[in-house]
């Protein structure tokens, strides 16, 4: 079983439209959870830490079930420019150090 | 905020030859950084973390032979792919650890094709 797990996508949605993404994970360990924004042929770039309580950032949404090892994203009013592949993330120790484990990123494509 | 330059960029190489990326902190230093690889549609793997003064921590399943890192000073570290083959091309991506808690600055990535 993948550590991170995502649905691939891709998301074609309307400029406009509501979007959401989500993600499981599988270490219980698990300490501190991120969406990342990748684009094509670029590194990733922080979009938003997700914390239990859920957290906005203007049209970005996230949330976090620790219960259920599931993060989510809520992306409204869809723009042309939130084209890419958004990568859920967690962080935990191991051997001293803080890891990041990416998921595999879900695509989405906003057309006109 | 952070930067943390990659070199180079883009390389092409023929199968056998050995090749180094390099990984630079420009404005802060690190005395970790992290070393990833992305094949295409797929997620980043971390390959193994880099220790400034000392040997880098790799991920299971990664050859320390095959993927040599030194992490020379505290502005720089290197991945050299040794004897490369095709099935080493990937996006290579480093990152270093800034000051705040989870924060992580990554390079640019650097796009290598073997032939």
């Known amino acids: 079983r993948k550590e991170v797990e995502q649905d691939p996508g891709p998301f074609n949605v309307p400029e406009g439209a509501t979007v959401a993404f989500n993600c499981t994970y599988s270490?219980?360990?698990?300490?501190?959870f991120f969406w990342y924004r990748q684009d094509c042929r670029k590194e990733p770039k922080l979009l938003m830490s997700?914390?239990?309580s859920g957290n906005e950032d203007g049209r970005f949404t996230a949330q976090l079930n620790r219960a259920s090892q599931y993060i989510s994203l809520l992306i409204r009013d869809s723009k042309l420019s939130d084209s890419a592949t958004y990568l859920c993330?967690?962080?935990?120790?191991?051997?001293?150090?803080?890891?990041?484990?990416f998921g595999a990123g879900t695509r989405l494509a906003v057309h006109p | 905020g952070a930067v943390v330059s990659q070199h180079p960029s883009r390389v092409i190489c023929k199968s056998g030859t050995s090749v180094k990326i390099e990984c630079r902190s420009l404005?802060?230093?690190?005395?970790?950084m992290f070393w990833y690889r992305q094949f295409p549609k797929q997620s980043l793997m971390l390959m193994a973390t880099?220790?400034?003064?000392?040997?880098?921590?790799?991920e299971q399943g990664v050859e320390k032979d095959k993927f040599l890192i030194n992490h020379a000073s505290l502005t720089l570290s290197t991945l050299t792919v040794t004897s490369a083959h095709p099935e080493d091309s990937s996006f290579y991506i480093c990152?270093?650890?800034?000051?705040?808690?989870?924060?992580?600055?990554f390079g640019p990535g650097t796009r290598l094709t073997v032939l």
């Open positions: 990152s270093a650890p800034g000051t705040a808690y989870n924060e992580q600055f």
């Open positions: 270490n219980s360990a698990s300490q501190s």
């Open positions: 997700v914390y239990s």
């Open positions: 993330v967690v962080n935990f120790v191991s051997g001293g150090y803080n890891k990041l484990i």
């Open positions: 404005d802060f230093q690190a005395t970790t």
């Open positions: 880099s220790n400034e003064g000392s040997k880098a921590t790799y």
